[in-house]
């Protein structure tokens, strides 16, 4: 939460935020690798299963795609900016 500029007391807040907002899936699996980096294909595959509309990630081998199967894939601070034109 440091990382982000939260105090660690809002992280009980902001998990239970998550929760009630979440569903869980099972990673669909993809025919063929995408990801520069194959572990990285789990977190696609569950984004498909999930009918996600964006993922929100650091991980630069998800963000160079920038796009995949109509689902957005977005830094913090790009999904932050892109909500507030929204």
Known sequence: MR???HARSEAGEAEQLLRSRMIL?????L?????R???DD???GT???GACQCIVTGDAD???LKRYRGID????????RYQAEE
């Open 73 to 80: 894939i977005f830094s913090p601070g790009m999904f932050w």
């Open 3 to 5: 990382k982000f500029g």
């Open 47 to 49: 984004a498909l299963a």
């Open 25 to 29: 899936v099972e990673p669909q699996v």
């Open 42 to 44: 789990v977190v696609i």
């Open 37 to 39: 980096d194959s572990d």
């Open 31 to 35: 025919e063929a690798p995408v990801c």
């Open 62 to 64: 998800l963000l160079i």
